[in-house]
């Protein structure tokens, strides 16, 4: 189960998160050809964020966006997934995909727990 963190700054738009959130789970599916409900999505809100000495308004953020993702998935899958966040991620906060950072972080075996067990 591929799990999305999303940190950026709260957008002015209220219903940005949930729209982003929903648009990330979607595309990732898609790309990894996985069910929509095991792509699990959270967000986390910046108090500041700054590109070198700048600070950045929501309008001008670089939101970042970790895809933690067991190991086994064939890089052209985590190629098409990062992709998709990446653009998913721009559309849904209203930026362009050059202000948009995403990491695919892969996980060895016996370094996630869910479900009651650890995989």
């Keep these: 189960m591929p799990v999305l963190t ?3 700054l ?3 738009d209220p219903e940005a998160i949930p729209r982003t959130l929903t648009l990330l789970a979607t595309e990732v599916s898609k ?3 996985r069910p929509l409900d095991h792509i699990w999505t ?4 910046a108090q500041t964020m700054a590109v ?7 309008e001008r953020q670089v939101p970042t966006l970790v ?3 067991r190991g086994g998935i064939p890089p052209e899958q985590q190629q098409a997934a990062l ?6 991620l ?7 995909t050059e202000d948009v950072w995403v990491v695919w972080e892969e996980l060895p075996p016996g370094h996630v727990y869910m479900l009651g067990q650890v995989y």
Excluded: D, I, K, N
């Design 31 to 33: 790309a990894l050809g």
């Design 42 to 45: 959270t967000y986390v809100e």
């Design 90 to 96: 721009a559309m849904g906060l209203g930026l362009s």
């Design 10 to 12: 709260r957008p002015a």
């Design 67 to 69: 895809l933690r993702a």
């Design 52 to 58: 070198g000495t700048q600070l950045r308004s929501p």
């Design 6 to 8: 999303l940190t950026c």
């Design 83 to 88: 992709q998709a966040a990446g653009e998913a």
